[in-house]
């Protein structure tokens, strides 16, 4: 019986084990005059910071946002730019992921 709990246990344990990724999300990236960083936070304004900056997980509601912009913020040369973030995600029946566990 202690046999079967343990086997038990270590099954349990790397079935809800996570998978670290490589997650991609979007954000309006913009040209401002003594700022290196500057990103748009809403559709008429902007931050200096990347964690102020409206993020997006679908490029197409990027894309959206983007066109949404007001004309102070298109003068600003706004771009759409992919960045990264490890995440923790847990496998699915119908999906499985490649990477470090977390």
């Not at 270590?10 to 979007?26: C, D, H, R």
């Not at 910071?49 to 003068?75: E, H």
């Not at 499985?96 to 566990?101: A, F, H, L, S, V």
């Amino acid at each position: 019986m202690k046999r079967f709990l343990f086997v038990l246990a270590l099954i349990t344990t790397s079935a809800q084990a996570g998978v670290l990724i490589n997650s991609p999300y979007w954000v309006v990236g913009l040209t401002c005059p003594n700022n290196q960083e500057c990103y748009a936070a809403s559709n008429g304004s902007y931050t200096g910071s990347l964690n102020g900056a409206r993020r997006f997980d679908d490029q197409v509601q990027a894309m959206k946002f983007l066109d949404s912009l007001t004309s102070s913020l298109r003068g600003k040369s706004p771009r759409l730019e992919q960045r990264t973030e490890q995440q923790c995600v847990q496998p699915s029946d119908n999906r499985n992921y490649q990477g470090r566990p977390c």
